[in-house]
Structure formats: structure tokens, C-alpha cells
């Protein structure tokens, strides 16, 4: 197994990359920061240590869960978008944070957080381009 073959690109996980082809979101390519970036992994601590010891230890509810996550999605990962329309499929939807927090906290927009997610974690493990990896002695 070549060395570069178990590195990823940092570097698009802190900063971001574009995603096409998301499951249930046809036509949309998503810009996302990989899943568990480094705001990610520092939000995700400050949310946790917020939740009292016992919710923990007994399991968060789902609801709790939801909210974590898209938290998570809003302020970490989600970028931008391309390929969201107006319900006339004509009019192209341009991103703004307001209109993603109203989708990634809607239980009715399931499909959406899972679809970010998902991107997080494709650009999370992407591999840096053929012969970008260097190995010194």
C-alpha cells in the first residue's frame, strides 16, 4: 500500500470543497468542511460539556441529537450551495446562513442534514491529488 494512500487533505477538510451528486438532493453540489474539522471537534465539546451528566450518561433523545447536529452543520461545516431552486425549478436559490439554519433545524428537512453530513464526511476523506504527498528522511 503506497504511503499516501492512508493520508487525507487537511487542508479541504479545515477549508472546504465542493460535493456533487449528494444522496436524496438531486442537482445540488454542496460546499462543505469535512466532518469533524477543527471548529467541528471544539463546538461539539462546548455543546457536550453543556448537556447535564445525567442526559449523557442515560442517552441523549433524539430531538437533543438533531439539535446537536445541525448546530454542528450550521456554524462548522456548510459553506454554500449550488442547484437549490424556488418550487418553479427555475429560479436558483442563492445560500445564506439564515436559509440554511431554517433547513438544517426543520425535522421536515431530513434529507438536507443528512445530505450535508454526508459531504462533510466525503470531504473529510478525500486523498490530496496524485503526487501531492511528499515523504522526507
Do not use: C
Not at 63 to 75: G, K, S, V, Y
Not at 79 to 97: A, H, L, Q
Request: no cysteine.
Amino acid at each position: 500500500m503506497k504511503l499516501s494512500a492512508v493520508k487525507n487533505d487537511s487542508r479541504l477538510a479545515e477549508q472546504g470543497d465542493w460535493v456533487d451528486k449528494i444522496p436524496n438532493l438531486p442537482g445540488v453540489r454542496l460546499k462543505v468542511r469535512g466532518a469533524h474539522n477543527s471548529d467541528y471537534r471544539m463546538l461539539e465539546a462546548k455543546l457536550t460539556r453543556e448537556i447535564p451528566r445525567s442526559d449523557r450518561i442515560e442517552g441523549l433523545k433524539p430531538a437533543e441529537q438533531d439539535r446537536i447536529l445541525a448546530t454542528l452543520l450550521l456554524e462548522t461545516v456548510l459553506i454554500d450551495w449550488d442547484g437549490m431552486t424556488e418550487d418553479d425549478e427555475k429560479t436558483p436559490i442563492k445560500y445564506t446562513r439564515d436559509l440554511g439554519e431554517s433547513l438544517l433545524f426543520d425535522p421536515d428537512a431530513r434529507d438536507f442534514r443528512e445530505g450535508v453530513a454526508w459531504a462533510a464526511e466525503v470531504v473529510a476523506n478525500r486523498r490530496k491529488a496524485e503526487g501531492g504527498l511528499e515523504v522526507k528522511n
